[in-house]
């Protein structure tokens, strides 16, 4: 059974610093498992029976292509990034 913690973020946050977000609580949560847009914030959910991944997930927008070769896709959902619903997904390298 996973021990999912749920993250709330400011609709106002780059994905440069979601991004940084989701590395840090990596780190000290747990891996990313799902992301969605719940009540005008962003939600980011970590599993912490699944602690601190060798690589940390990293964001994209959908509309940015494929994610990067050697990558496993970790999640995908519609999230804000700078105020903006945006379809998005999350990778991480293999």
């Known amino acids: 059974m996973s021990n999912l913690k749920p993250l ?53 927008a959908k509309s940015a292509g494929a994610i990067p070769a050697g990558s496993d896709q970790v999640c995908e959902g519609m999230i804000y990034i700078a105020a903006t619903q945006t379809e998005a997904v999350a990778s991480r390298k293999r």
């Open 8 to 60: 709330g973020v400011a609709a106002n946050t780059a994905l440069a610093d979601l991004n940084t977000i989701v590395a840090q609580t990596e780190q000290t949560i747990g891996a990313l498992t799902a992301m969605a847009n719940v009540g005008g914030q962003t939600v980011l959910t970590f599993d912490a029976d699944q602690y601190n991944p060798a690589n940390n997930a990293v964001i994209q």
